[in-house]
């Protein structure tokens, strides 16, 4: 049986495009739950359309957290998204209301849950800047190749195109002297203890890629590429790592000239594609977790009362 005393979450987790805040906006008036936006993109001021944010309405509707925490200039990192996500619970559970956490960036969950961070690294701003500027200039693969030279462990979790985890291996082994992996054997793992149970969705393939397809079309007519073009005339550009998420770098490469806005829009459901394959193999490997197939789901009410059930069962300690 699980530990009483340890805070319930839930967790609402599965690629872009699947469903997640749909569903989740449905089960939280039913559970009297605060939302905890699990997003990497969410997370900054300015970036509304291109990172499918909740409506303004829906965020009034059901509370939301960690949603325009940070300056689209800001490097915001995982460590900072567990911080914030550690006052929100505690403010949550204070006021008596159920925990939802929901998005699809697996790392920011497996910092906050599973011991993915370690407390009190070294940081140089100054170096991070360099290897940055290293990265723009030699390319995501040749600085991942750089790092596998260095530490084949910690190249191994990454992904080359995962460019600010790369950057920061890099970072503490300038700073350390020592492999990212034998640094991080050696410092305490900073974690928030909690029972979790991951509710995560699915679809098919096709419908996942008809989906995405569907919302970058919508995103494009419904001001995507004016809200990139404000955003560099603010001196907000590739430079910054929010800038470098699925559609704003197309975009910024159309508002350069590189590109057509076809062709942009073709690259955005592309590369979106490829990272919700990604994210299904990061999330196959969470648990305890119940998964459902959105595509041969039944009523909407139906999947609703089968997830409340398998949440109360779990609240209670009983096996799901």
Known sequence: MASPELPQLVAIIGPTAVGKTELSLDLAESLNAEIISVDSRQVYRQLDIGTAKATRAERERIPHHLIDVAEPTERFSASRFVELAITAIDGICSR??????????????????????????????????????????????????????????????????????????????????????????????????ARTLYIGLNRSREEIRKRICLRALQQFENGFPEEVASLLEKGIDERYPSIQGLGYRELVAFHRGRISLEEALDST????????????????????????????????????????????????????
């Not at 910690?154 to 350390?176: F, S, Y």
């Not at 977790?289 to 398998?310: C, F, H, N, P, Q």
């Open 269 to 320: 459901i592309r590369t979106s594609c490829a990272f919700a394959r990604r994210q299904m193999t990061w999330f196959s490997k969470f648990e305890p977790a119940v998964w459902y197939d959105m595509t041969r789901s039944e009523a909407k009410s139906s999947l609703r009362d089968d997830i409340l059930g398998k949440i109360a069962e779990s609240q209670r300690g009983g096996r799901i």
């Open 96 to 193: 008596g209301k159920t925990i939802l956490l929901v998005g699809g960036t697996p790392f920011y969950f497996r910092a906050l849950l599973s011991g993915a961070l370690t407390a009190n690294l070294p940081s140089d701003p100054g170096i991070r800047l360099g290897l940055e500027e290293s990265i723009r200039r030699e390319g995501k693969e040749e600085m991942h190749r750089r790092l596998r030279a260095l530490d084949e462990e910690t190249a191994a979790r990454i992904h080359p195109n995962d460019a600010v985890r790369v950057v920061r291996a890099l970072e503490i082994h300038a700073l350390t002297g020592h492999p990212p992996s034998e640094v991080f054997q050696t410092r305490e793992p900073m974690t928030f203890p």
